[in-house]
Each structure stands twice: as structure tokens, then as C-alpha cells.
């Protein structure tokens, strides 16, 4: 069940919204990606959902154009495995040409766990993904596998800084150094930066003062249905 997140630029204007996905068990109700993901790629069925959930938001694009709606881009995930699959950017095309929309409106997130992997390898992979014109974001950095590395080998379009490090921005000033000094770094690089998990208007303040470009979090909206997300921002019935 793709729920929608919207992020939000200083003008309070949702540009891009993030698809999501929720595990809704009989028993125990919805259950946290965090707990069904790991389990998906222990049992290599992770790229499965991510390309599902990739042609779902190409098929729910193509049907807003269809009603003359004015669409923004939409984020999807993918895994470390998906991003191991041979013909990840082929596949990637062919969802996305299959219903016939613009690809600059779909942008990949790649979680910081690519850390871990070859960077040469993450670099030619982006590069052909930019080369086909799909936007690429990196997603939680600041997190357990950060590395400045990443951002010197691949060319991201965007970097969203892991909630961890935005929780006590306003507090901890060892955290405001740290977050300052990688926005900076990111606008040198011409990269986009989203501040993720931002939960007060403090937080908002911080981070627009370093120079945070974008903003995401429960502070601007929680997680919605789909069909909250068109009737709210789309003004779909």
C-alpha cells in the first residue's frame, strides 16, 4: 500500500512527494518497513516490491496527466539487491516508458547502505541512470554508513540528511557543525539537500539557516493514502 510524504521548500509548496510502502497484516495491522524489508532481502524478493512499487507510481502518474492534473515528481526506493540486479536500469526504462511519462518525474533513492558496495561500480550505475535522465538521491546520509567518499565518486541530484543527525539540530552544537558543513559541501557539488524527520518549527528554522534547500517530516505532514494525497494536493474526487 504506497502512502505518499510530501517535501516542502520554503515557500510551504509540496514539489515532490516519496512513495512508500506498508505491510497491512491481518493479525497485526500495518507493519514498519523496517521490519519486512531486511526479511525481503534475506529472501532476495526486494527488487519484486521495489519494481512493483515503481510501475504503481508511473501507472498513477500517467492516470493524473490523463486528467489534465499538474503532477510532481515522485521518489521511489531501492534496495542495495535491486541495485545489484544486471539489468536494474533497463528494467527501470521499460516500467517507466511502458506508460509513457516524462522521466524526469521519477527519482531513485538509494539508501547510505550502498557504503558498503564497490564505489566504482555505485558510480557507473549512476551514471547510467543520469545518462537516461532519472534524478538519483541518496537517502540517510548521516547514518551508520556515511561516507564523504560517496558524495566525491558519485554525482548525486540530491543528498536527504538521515533523521539523526536533524533530531537535535538545535541543541547540539557538534550536530549544527556537522550539518552545516555538509549542506555546504553539497551546494559546492550542485546537489540538492532535504533535511529528513524534521518534527518542529525550530528544527525547520535550523536547517532553512544553514541553507538546507528542502524540508521533509511529520512537521509538514505524516505519511498519506493515496487517496488522501490526490484529494488534498490534487483536488481529485
Given at each position: 500500500s504506497p502512502i505518499s510524504d510530501g517535501y516542502v521548500v520554503t515557500s510551504n509548496m509540496v514539489i515532490s512527494a516519496e512513495s512508500l510502502v506498508r505491510l497491512i497484516h491481518p493479525t497485526y495491522g500495518l507493519i514498519s518497513p523496517a521490519k519486512i524489508i531486511p526479511i525481503l532481502e534475506k529472501n532476495k524478493m526486494v527488487s519484486v516490491v521495489d519494481f512493483y512499487v515503481l510501475e504503481l507510481v508511473c501507472k498513477r502518474l500517467k492516470k493524473w496527466q490523463m486528467k489534465g492534473k499538474e503532477v510532481v515528481p515522485i521518489s521511489v526506493n531501492y534496495s542495495r539487491i535491486t541495485l545489484l540486479e544486471k539489468d536494474v536500469v533497463e528494467r527501470t526504462i521499460n516500467i517507466i516508458n511502458k506508460y509513457g511519462i516524462d522521466k524526469n518525474l521519477i527519482e531513485i533513492e538509494?539508501?547510505?547502505?550502498?557504503?558498503?558496495?564497490?564505489?566504482?561500480?555505485?558510480?557507473?550505475?549512476?551514471?547510467?541512470?543520469?545518462?537516461?535522465?532519472?534524478?538519483?538521491?541518496?537517502?540517510?546520509?548521516?547514518?551508520?554508513?556515511?561516507?564523504?567518499?560517496?558524495?566525491?565518486?558519485?554525482?548525486?541530484?540530491?543528498?536527504?540528511?538521515?533523521?539523526?543527525?536533524?533530531?537535535?539540530?538545535?541543541?547540539?552544537?557538534?550536530?549544527?557543525?556537522?550539518?552545516?558543513?555538509?549542506?555546504?559541501?553539497?551546494?559546492?557539488?550542485?546537489?540538492?539537500?532535504?533535511?529528513?524527520?524534521?518534527?518542529?518549527?525550530n528544527q525547520?528554522?535550523?536547517?532553512?539557516?544553514?541553507?538546507?534547500?528542502?524540508?521533509?517530516?511529520?512537521?509538514f505532514g505524516k505519511p498519506i493514502k493515496i487517496k488522501e494525497f490526490e484529494e488534498k494536493f490534487l483536488k481529485l474526487e
Open positions: 538509494i539508501t547510505e547502505t550502498i557504503g558498503n558496495m564497490e564505489h566504482k561500480f555505485v558510480a557507473e550505475l549512476a551514471e547510467k541512470f543520469m545518462q537516461e535522465g532519472i534524478r538519483l538521491a541518496l537517502d540517510d546520509f548521516g547514518s551508520e554508513y556515511s561516507s564523504l567518499s560517496t558524495l566525491a565518486l558519485v554525482p548525486f541530484n540530491v543528498v536527504k540528511l538521515d533523521k539523526s543527525i536533524i533530531n537535535d539540530i538545535v541543541t547540539n552544537k557538534r550536530s549544527q557543525v556537522i550539518v552545516e558543513n555538509v549542506i555546504s559541501v553539497c551546494k559546492k557539488l550542485n546537489m540538492v539537500t532535504v533535511a529528513e524527520g524534521i518534527e518542529t518549527e525547520w528554522k535550523e536547517v532553512k539557516r544553514m541553507g538546507c534547500d528542502l524540508g521533509q517530516g511529520y512537521f
